[in-house]
């Protein structure tokens, strides 16, 4: 599998923002685009020097290749000669010489763990790392005395921190026709979005997300269950009960056998992607070059993207499979828009810009109703505890920088009661740019009405107050007929939108589009007395 070798989530060029932190693309010479790469890999020629062979390669072999023109790097265990891919890093030379004759398994990790390098570097493989042998244990005899679903303790794996989460523990109950299986996180802050179950055939996983930490179970259970299941959080003790239904209503004498990372707490960033394959089942015109997709999940997942986090979706492209991230959003901004066929909880919805001379989204585009699309876990360091006793919450986006916007004004505008005052501010090029600015209008004009009918005020100190949804458009490149705001992203534009509520008033400003625009946003944020802690940015 082949993953576009961006620097950041996606290309810093991009307005579909998704995380924080990325670097810069440097420009590539001609002949030297993803598409070259792949043509390169599939061409035959000897990328490693070894001709075909693998070798192991000790600490010090390694130290010694560390030059451009010889530049060996290893990763997770594997080492590749990425000499011949230097030309072709998005992030440029310099920055895969920061691993050369190293281990550049964390240095990878912090910019892209994404990517799946073993699918991009596979004909740039030259091995193996030589280990020092290790005996295995046995644990067919402790897997023998596996009771009631709780593992011994010396399987529990030791990647723990000493910071880390207390460690999770689970059970499992039956009755004639259900099979429960509960799990104990030990947490106060779990909710339905932590909880992410998968099953096929006689395989169980879920995915339970502790503060930085994934816990895994991973079982091969011993009967077929249906595919449809039910999943519930009792958060006052931080349990999950997640029940299956029995193909036959027989007895069973255990839970099943443990398969690879089973009763496992590991760091998320230490995690690698799962996928699942979910269908196509509408495609919109949003705008003319943006399309609303959705997609349902298969019967037997439950899966739900918290807010501000992101997917990857997977394509097969050219015979090489690719990989972008997405935000999910909800379908719309109003409830009553939403599809009645399934759960909500079924679907996931992804606004996504076209780009014509792309390789993956017009790929996207032309899938048919009915085909499907791998969807990845969801990644991202956005956590909803920022909301908490917020008074002012301020969105600054441009483009497609919008979609993480989304979910945030669905979940501001219902479900945070010390919410005073939220302001959208929305940089696009033209008008027919701008995505769903009908529904905003409705959106910005329903909370009038509210404010009109007494709804959403509230007093404090003997002063009234209203909640009130304040959303602005600014163009770039208006038509004469514009009257709104013009222009570029501006100390005038900001100083004059963002004003806080109180002086002392709790505030969250969220910031999503290119990378150009995001940095000069923060700057001028800082500049308009922002602190870094009110200050969340989506960009990469």
Known sequence: MLNVPSQSFPA????QRVAAGGRSKVPLKQGRSLMDWIRLTKSGKDLTGLKGRLIEVTEEELKKHNKKDDCWVCIRGFVYNVSPYMEYHPGGEDELMRAAGSDGTELFDQVHRWVNYESMLKECLVGRMAVKP???????????????????????TETLAKEGPSYPSYDWFQTDSLV????YTKQKDINLDS???????????????????????????????????????????????????????TSWNFLGHPLENHHSLIPRKDTGLYYRKCQLISKEDVTHDTRLFCLMLPPSTHLQVPIGQHVYLRLPITGTEIVKPYTPISGSLFSEFKEPVLPNNKY?????????????????????????????????????????????????A???????????????????????????????????????????????????RQVLNNENTWTQGG???????DVEFVLSAPTSEWNGKQGHISPALLSEFFKRNLDKSKVLVC?????????????????????????HSFTA
């Not at 005996?135 to 067919?140: M, Q, T």
């Not at 429960?180 to 799990?183: E, G, L, S, V, Y």
């Not at 249906?226 to 959080?233: G, K």
């Not at 005073?420 to 027919?432: C, G, H, I, P, Q």
Request: hydrophobic residues 40%; proline residues 4%; negative net charge.
């Open 180 to 183: 429960t299986i509960a799990i």
């Open 463 to 469: 002063e009234h107050y209203t909640l009130r949804l």
């Open 398 to 448: 441009a483009g497609t920088g919008f979609t993480p916007m989304v979910k945030i004004l669905n979940y501001a505008l219902t479900d945070i009661p010390t919410l005073r005052k939220v302001k959208l501010m929305f940089f696009n090029k033209t008008e027919d740019d701008i995505i769903w600015r009908s529904q905003l209008e409705k959106l910005a004009f329903k909370d009038k």
């Open 12 to 15: 810093p060029r991009s307005q």
């Open 348 to 396: 996931i919805y992804f606004l996504i810009k076209i780009y014509p001379t792309g390789l993956f989204t017009p790929e996207l585009d032309r899938l048919q109703i009915g085909d499907f699309v791998s969807v990845s876990s969801p990644e991202g360091n956005f956590k909803i505890s920022a909301f908490q006793e917020l008074e002012d919450l301020f969105l600054l």
């Open 511 to 535: 910031i999503c589009g290119p990378v150009p625009f995001t940095e000069q946003g923060i700057r001028l944020l800082h500049d308009l007395n922002f602190s870094k802690n009110e200050i």
């Open 195 to 249: 909880i992410i179950v998968d099953h096929q055939d006689d395989s169980f996983r879920a995915e339970t997300i502790i503060k930085d930490h994934l816990y895994l179970i991973h079982i091969g259970l011993s009967h077929e269950v249906q595919e449809d299941f039910s999943v519930r959080v009792i958060e006052s003790v931080g349990k999950i009960e997640i029940v299956l239904k029995k193909k036959e209503n």
């Open 134 to 156: 290790t005996v295995l244990k046995d644990y067919r005899e402790e897997e023998k005395k596996v009771l009631n679903g709780m593992l011994p303790k010396s399987q529990v």
